[in-house]
């Protein structure tokens, strides 16, 4: 019998990566008896899982399970981030129930679950470099959006209480650089001979440090004073978001990730957190949540109180990206 694993994310669990990996390994684990969505595009995979789980089957999905059933596939695997939060809505689980009995298939759910400290300092890192906002770190996390992601005391109550649903729970903690997607895999019941044989792939994502952090929000108030976030086609801000990116890099802005967290902020988020991690981590794993904070090093920055040259670099750079936005020429005459 086939079986269908949807592997829900959520956002900010290393998706990108697992995605990336099991396009990378589509080839021995069809021969491990697992099919994945036809596409290799990670936003078709977001986008037809997103609608399934609104109810919309897609063609591209229909077929491919389909022919999977039919062929006798051990497992069909779909994978997307998108339904982490449809986790959270009845009558979504409902639509994903209804999709595995249409195909007489049981179905799994597998979620990676990860600390609120570490999953928000991506989440700020992330709007900040791809100039969305310039909120302080401990604004950001004192109210985040939208907040009932992060409140594991209700997050997963729609898919933990259907009873046709097993939901597999996996810590952040056992995804490792490279092999991301082996946990997953693994959760999902593929046979972990087949996974060992998995070709580790080196990760592509390198998180943003303090300068690159202090000069995003910069150049986003910048941006913003001179009414160019709004009159600039998204795309044309995501480009100065990759140039500047790319130029901390180059020049070698950072040395170490930025982390928001001091130590009082800390400890009070994880009070504010660890109940309803608790109750999630007794329903999925039989046990407290227990000490599984990170706790780095406070790494936030001060523009003014860098080497004067780093400072110099960093304001030109924001200027001439700043003047390199392509603002659409009836706006530009405008300005």
């Not at 036809?38 to 399934?52: C, F, G, H, I, N």
């Not at 997953?184 to 593929?190: K, N, Y």
């Amino acid at each position: 019998m086939t079986r269908l694993v949807i592997h829900a994310g959520p956002r900010n669990t290393s998706w990108s990566d697992v995605q990336r990996q099991l396009v990378a390994w589509r080839q021995p684990l069809h021969q491990a008896g697992v099919v994945l969505h036809p596409d290799d595009r990670p936003e078709s995979w977001l986008t037809d899982a997103a609608e399934l789980a609104r109810g919309v089957q897609t063609t591209a999905l229909v077929t491919t399970v389909d022919a999977a059933v039919s062929a006798g596939a051990s497992i069909v695997l779909l994978s997307a981030e998108s339904v982490g939060d449809a986790l959270r809505d009845p009558d979504q689980v409902a639509n994903l129930v209804a999709f595995a009995k249409q195909f007489a298939m049981p179905l799994t759910v597998v979620a990676v679950v990860r600390d609120q400290l570490g999953r928000l300092n991506e989440v700020y890192c992330e709007r900040v470099a791809l100039l969305q906002m310039a909120r302080t770190f401990p604004s950001f996390a004192a109210d985040p959006s939208p907040p009932q992601r992060y409140d594991y005391s209700t997050a997963f109550d729609a898919v933990i209480t259907d009873p046709e649903v097993d939901l597999v729970a996996v810590p952040y903690s056992d995804l490792d650089a490279g092999t991301e997607a082996k946990p997953v895999l693994r959760a999902g019941g593929v046979d972990p001979a087949s996974i060992s044989e998995l070709p580790d792939t080196p990760p592509l994502l390198r998180p943003p440090g303090p300068v690159q952090v202090a000069a995003a929000r910069l150049m986003f108030k910048r941006l913003w004073r001179l009414g160019i976030i709004k009159r600039a086609p998204r795309s044309s801000i995501l480009e100065a978001a990759a140039a500047l990116e790319e130029h901390s890099v180059t020049a070698g802005w950072d040395r170490a990730p930025y982390w928001g967290w001091d130590p009082a902020s800390r400890a009070e988020a994880i009070g504010r957190y660890r109940p309803g991690n608790d109750k999630l981590a007794r329903s999925v794993w039989g046990r407290e949540w227990g000490d599984d904070w990170p706790d780095f090093d406070f790494v936030e920055t001060d523009l003014a109180s860098l080497d004067p040259r780093l400072v110099v670099d960093v304001l030109t750079t924001i200027d001439q990206l700043v003047k390199d936005v392509d603002i659409p020429s009836e706006t530009a005459a405008e300005s």
